[in-house]
């Protein structure tokens, strides 16, 4: 089985995305490394151990990352984060503490250590700013060819931004690291909003999981129930939340779920186009294309496979 490690904001479409891996047989989730975005690295981070206790595997690693981007030394959680996540970065639900801690080594040293030991066997997904990767391939360039593949969540080629009107909130809160990902030999598919706002979940949905009535089926619809209200109140004109990154975790196991262009991308740095994931004009014609991105999804298989899988595991 391939080994998977999630690099996340812990929000609530990051919890989605744990809770997809767990449930998905094809991988074992060998760790999670804690990012800043939604809310402080260290709150996501509790967060992660949280909800890992909540379904059933509570001895999954969660390291911690970085604090805030390559570039700034602070950072403020955006106000659109908290309303579309709530304060705690998981719907203002509160759920049982973890008596797990942060594991004391480095997220950073994770990724890497990871990368000798499992090689193609690897799979990052990350869900979140691209910063600790970066530091990761930065530290350890021979990384670059031996992880398996990056599926990251992340941009948008066809569609605007959502943080601004070029760019998508993960690769906006650091353009540096993101445009060195996408620099690098890598192999990556990147699952930006061109797809990941075509699925979207409903109330009808989570009424379902409510109906499962387990302990974390009724917390998840409590969950996610208030990133459906947050949407509607944010007059997205979309009928639903975007399973932005499930969908990630899920294009990593079954790629047959998007189709595909083969796109060697780059991130503008500056203003005003600063967060634009944009093709590479000086590496488009190069044979070494080492990046997909997606630009159609099977909406309705995937939202099938979605919720038999996570169905599955909240009635464990
Ligand atoms: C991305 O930004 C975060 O708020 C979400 O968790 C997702 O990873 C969507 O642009
Ligand atoms: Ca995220």
Known sequence: RKK???DLDTGIDDAMAIA?????EEIDLIGIVGSYGNLQMSDGVQNSLDLLTLLGQPNIPVYLGEEHSLTTHSFDTLKISQEIHGMNGIGDI????????PHSGSGIDFIIDSAKKFQSDLIVVPTGPLTNLALAIKQAPEIETLIGKVVLMGGALTIPGNVSPVA?????????????????????????????????????????WRQLNSTSSRA???????????????????????????????????????????????????????????????????????TEVAIAVETE??????MTRLSTLFSK
């Open 20 to 24: 997809y891996a767990l449930a998905s």
């Open 220 to 290: 998840f619809a409590d969950i996610v129930d208030f990133y459906i209200e947050a949407y509607a109140s944010l007059k997205t004109n979309l009928d639903g939340c975007a399973l932005h990154d499930p969908l990630a975790v899920a294009v990593a196991i079954d790629p047959s779920l998007v189709t595909t262009l083969p796109i060697n991308m780059k991130v503008d740095t500056k203003s005003p186009f600063s967060g634009r994931t944009i093709g590479d004009e000086r590496r488009l014609n190069s044979n070494e294309a080492t």
């Open 94 to 101: 509160t759920i049982p503490k973890s008596d797990q801690s």
């Open 4 to 6: 998977m490690i999630l």
């Open 301 to 306: 298989r995937f939202l099938s496979v979605f």
């Open 168 to 208: 998508e909130a993960n690769i906006n809160q650091d353009p540096e690291a993101a445009n060195e990902v996408f620099q690098s030999k890598l192999t990556i598919t990147m699952v930006g909003l061109d797809v990941t706002l075509k699925t979207l979940l409903t109330k009808k949905e989570t009424q379902e």
